[in-house]
């Protein structure tokens, strides 16, 4: 089975200032994953992914994610938080193996970003 | 544009009404899927279609159904069996062959009082 943790709920970041949010998952086999961003009252837009590869993956809007599978995260991080950052970020898995099309999410973390 | 197509945005309906979410998509995807979304929840998946009349259920399928009779169409269904159907309705697709991201819809605000 496969599920993921979002440490913290919501997270407050100055314009500026460093953005981390944090993912944990837990799965048998190699993971595909994913985060996503969705601003209000809107679907979610996919920021980055990880299927194979390079372990950091760069997305849009200057955020990236490292794959650490000894610690088996993947926080996603942007050097400077601007205003339009603040929106809510859903991390999701999916296991790798093909038949299988369907992505657990975990709970969301709220950034909000004070000027 | 290519994308997917929820109507509509919000949606009214009295306690023990059927109602019905559209969902139509033009990216020419084999693989549909709705989710509902609650505050603090995150998205919980409803039921998802990999081809053209086939479908299974997902975490939370009681009290919802869903066709899908065309490639482009997959509308969901809220009976009045969902005995908590006030949320917010998110449909995405997805390509069919080996495992690719979702895309998502624009969602579906429904409230029944």
């Known amino acids: 089975a496969q599920s993921v943790t979002q440490l913290g709920s919501h997270v407050s970041v100055s314009e500026g200032a460093l953005v981390l949010l944090r993912c944990n998952y837990s799965?048998?086999?190699?993971?595909?994953l994913f985060w996503y961003v969705q601003y209000p009252n809107q679907g979610l837009q996919l920021l980055l992914k990880?299927?194979?590869?390079?372990?950091l993956v760069k997305g849009i809007n200057g955020f990236e994610a490292e794959f650490k599978k000894s610690e088996t995260s993947f926080h996603l991080t942007k050097p400077s938080a601007h205003m339009s950052d603040a929106a809510e970020y859903f991390c999701?898995?999916?296991?790798?193996?093909?038949?299988?099309?369907?992505?657990?999410f975990g709970k969301g973390t709220l950034l909000t970003v004070n000027p | 544009d290519g994308g997917i197509t929820q109507s509509p945005k919000y949606l009214f309906r009295k306690e023990g009404q059927n109602v019905t979410l559209s969902c139509e998509q033009n990216?020419?995807?084999?693989?549909m899927y709705w989710y509902r979304q609650d505050p603090g929840q995150g998205l919980r998946l409803i039921y998802y279609?990999?081809?053209?009349?086939?479908?299974q259920k997902g975490d939370i399928a009681e009290g919802y159904s869903v066709s899908r009779e065309k490639k482009e169409s997959f509308p969901l269904t809220v009976t009045s069996a969902q005995k908590n159907p006030t949320a917010f309705y998110l449909c995405?697709?997805?390509?069919?062959?080996?495992?690719?991201?979702?895309?998502f819809g624009p969602g579906t605000r429904l409230t029944v009082t």
């Open positions: 995405a697709s997805s390509l069919g062959q080996g495992f690719n991201e979702q895309y």
């Open positions: 799965s048998s086999v190699p993971p595909y």
């Open positions: 990880y299927t194979t590869g390079a372990t």
């Open positions: 999701a898995v999916n296991e790798s193996g093909g038949s299988n099309y369907k992505l657990t």
């Open positions: 990216l020419n995807h084999d693989a």
């Open positions: 279609s990999q081809i053209v009349n086939d479908f």
